[in-house]
């Protein structure tokens, strides 16, 4: 297993556009979780998956935002509309059971022109 | 919610201990975390305590805990130039769902 895996490393998109990234967690990861990190500032929480089922969502997650998780495997957040605010570093990490390390993949840097 | 506290900048010189300070709010927090960031790459564990223990030491690197105080820190003895990087302390959220970051602690060593 090579851990965590995002996909694309990075996306240049105009504002107003439609984009989505993708997550695949290390295989027996049951826990998933999605963070966002903007220059000078630690991750921010945006949601958590256990399994397929989407636990909890930060107020940071706008309607604009949805994240799934079909299968309990890969999962995907899609950004609607974006706007210059949304551009930032989207992280992913998956957890085995909670105590243990939370593995982080490189991230996705989304930047909206 | 939960708010975590770092200072944003520590420098020293080469061989020198560093001690990296965090604070944090929510005293049900069960387990804290500390991480390192290099610039263009992803978060990388460095330690974690969890919060029934005071102190955990792991080669170079030694974690104190204070739970009266709500004060985590870090460190690193014979601090070296590839310690050079961002250090992120980070506390599970009451709900242990989340984990939840303070702004970072940009580590500077001179040779």
């Known amino acids: 297993d090579t851990g965590v895996s995002q996909d694309p490393r990075h996306k240049i998109t105009k504002r107003g556009q439609n984009v989505t990234f993708r997550c695949d967690p290390i295989s027996e990861h049951n826990r998933l979780y999605w963070y966002r990190q903007t220059l000078g500032q630690g991750p921010e929480f945006l949601t958590y998956?256990?399994?397929?089922?989407?636990?909890?969502k930060s107020r940071l997650l706008s309607d604009r935002f949805s994240a799934e998780r079909p299968k309990g495997s890969f999962s995907t957040l899609e950004i609607q509309r974006t706007e210059q605010g949304d551009s930032a570093m989207y992280l992913c990490?998956?957890?085995?059971?909670?105590?243990?390390?939370?593995?982080f993949g490189q991230g996705t840097r989304l930047t909206v022109v | 919610g939960e708010d975590v506290e770092q200072s944003l900048f520590l420098s020293v010189r080469e061989g020198d201990s560093s001690v990296i300070n965090c604070t944090y709010t929510?005293?049900?927090?069960?387990?804290l975390y500390w991480y390192k960031q290099e610039p263009g790459a992803g978060l990388q564990l460095l330690t974690y305590?969890?919060?029934?223990?005071d102190m955990k030491q792991d080669q170079r690197l030694t974690v104190l805990l204070n739970k009266k105080d709500k004060h985590l820190s870090l460190r690193i003895a014979d601090t070296q130039t590839g310690d050079s990087a961002i250090y992120f302390c980070a506390v599970t959220n009451q709900a242990g769902t989340a984990l939840i970051f303070g702004k970072g602690t940009t580590l500077s060593v001179s040779s």
């Open positions: 990490a998956s957890q085995g059971a909670v105590g243990t390390e939370a593995f």
């Open positions: 998956f256990q399994n397929e089922a989407q636990l909890e």
């Open positions: 305590i969890f919060s029934n223990m």
């Open positions: 929510d005293s049900s927090s069960t387990y």
